[in-house]
C-alpha cells in the first residue's frame, strides 16, 4: 500500500507541476482580461470565474470522453485571443488606446462589464482545461486502481484515479489565480508592458489553434504535434522571448517617463 500511496503522491506532484507551466501563459490571459476593472472587481471577477472553473473541472472529468470530440471549443478560443490581440495592437498602433479604456469603464459603468469578464474567463478557462484534463487522464490511467471512500469507480474512472486528477487540476487552478492576480499588479507597476501582454495572448491563441488543427476530428496537423518536442521548445522559446523583449522595452520606457518627469519638475 504504501508503494501504490508513493506512485500516486507522485503522479500528482507531476500534475501540480504541469498545471503550473500551463498557468503561466493562461494565467497572463487572465491578466488582460480583468485589467480594465477596478482593483477591488479584479480580484472578484477572478474569484467567480476561477470557481466556475473548479465546478468545470470536476465536471470535466465525467465528460471527458465527450469533450475530446468537441474541437469546437478550443477552436473558438483561439479566434477570441488572436482577435483580441491582433485588435489592441492595431488600435494602439492607431493612437485609440485611451479610448478603449474609457469605453471598457463606460461599460464597467453600465454594470455589464463585470460579468461579461466573469463569463469570458470562464469561456477561456474552458477552452484551456480540455488539454491539461486530456493530459492528466493520460498519466492518472496508469496508476494502480485504488478504492476511495469506498467507491471502485466515478464516472467510468476508478475513484482513486478520478480524486488525484481531480486534486491536480484544482490545484492548478489555484495557482492560476494567484498568477493572473501577480500578473496584474505587475502591468499596473509597468503598463508599457501591456503590449507585450497583448502580444503572449496572441500566442497562445495560437497555441490553442495548433491544438484545434491537431485534433483527430480536424486533422490538419499530426495528432501528437501540440505535445511533441519541437513545438514544445519553439512555443516556449517564443513566450520567453517576448516577454524577455517586453521586459526590455517597458524598463527603458519606464525609465524614460521618470526622467522626463524629473527635468520637468
Known sequence: ?????????????????????????????MAVMV??????????????????????????????????????????GAAYLLFISVKHIYDQRKGHGDDIEEAAKVKEGKGS?????????ELADIAFAIDSMLAAVALAVTLPHLNVFGLDAIGGI??????VMLAGGLIGVIIMRFAAHKFVQLLEKY??????????????????????????????????FPHSTPWTIVFWTVLVGIVAVGALIGVRKKKAEEQAENAGK
Open 1 to 29: 500500500m504504501e508503494a501504490v500511496l508513493l506512485e500516486y503522491a507522485w503522479v500528482l506532484l507531476v500534475l501540480v507541476g504541469l498545471e503550473g507551466l500551463l498557468a503561466a501563459d493562461n494565467a497572463v490571459v
Open 35 to 76: 485589467k480594465h476593472l477596478p482593483k477591488a472587481q479584479q480580484k472578484k471577477a477572478l474569484f467567480y470565474g476561477l470557481a466556475g472553473a473548479f465546478v468545470f473541472r470536476f465536471a470535466a472529468l465525467f465528460m471527458i470522453t465527450l469533450l475530446v470530440n468537441i474541437w469546437q471549443i478550443q477552436a473558438i
Open 113 to 121: 462589464g463585470f460579468w461579461m469578464t466573469v463569463l469570458k474567463i
Open 158 to 163: 476508478n475513484s482513486g484515479q478520478f480524486f
Open 191 to 224: 503598463p508599457q508592458l501591456e503590449t507585450a501582454a497583448f502580444v503572449i495572448v496572441g500566442w497562445v491563441g495560437v497555441k490553442l489553434l495548433v491544438m484545434t488543427l491537431a485534433h483527430e476530428n480536424v486533422h490538419i496537423l499530426p495528432h501528437d
